[in-house]
């Protein structure tokens, strides 16, 4: 999210105000060395906000489509905390939390030539 403009009118002639309730109605607030709104319709000054250089933090746009959407990975994003992770759907969560890894094709094959080949030798001796 950006912010492309934000507009602040003080209509009062204080010099500090105090805040003495949560409801964000005007009578919660209290002003030292001034009425509140007393001064309404006085010229407003405008400021311009400067340009936006970069978007930070930045987290990638996604892994593209895939046929299997049940499928999930985890993103390592430069930035990120030590022990966070950037999930599948963008969110930085503890890696705990992280989308579960699937064993590779190619581990579970050495596992099972290991196991048979364990077996064989266990056989010859």
Do not use: H
């Not at 309404?40 to 000054?45: D, F, K, P, S, V």
């Not at 992280?98 to 030539?113: E, L, Q, Y």
């Amino acid at each position: 999210m950006i912010v492309q403009s934000i507009a602040i009118s003080d209509y009062s002639t204080g010099t500090s105000y105090q805040y003495v309730g949560n409801s964000g109605n005007m009578a919660d607030i209290i002003s030292n060395g001034g009425e509140i709104g007393s001064d309404q319709g006085a010229t407003a000054t405008t400021i311009e906000a400067p340009a936006v250089t970069s978007l930070s933090p930045s987290v990638p746009a996604g892994l593209g489509s895939s046929s299997d959407d049940s499928a999930s990975a985890t993103i390592v994003v430069e930035g990120v905390p030590s022990g966070w992770v950037v999930s599948s759907n963008g969110k930085i969560v503890p890696i705990a939390a992280g989308a579960a890894s699937r064993p590779s094709i190619v581990g579970v094959a050495c596992g099972v030539i290991f196991a048979v080949a364990a077996a064989c030798i266990g056989e010859w001796l």
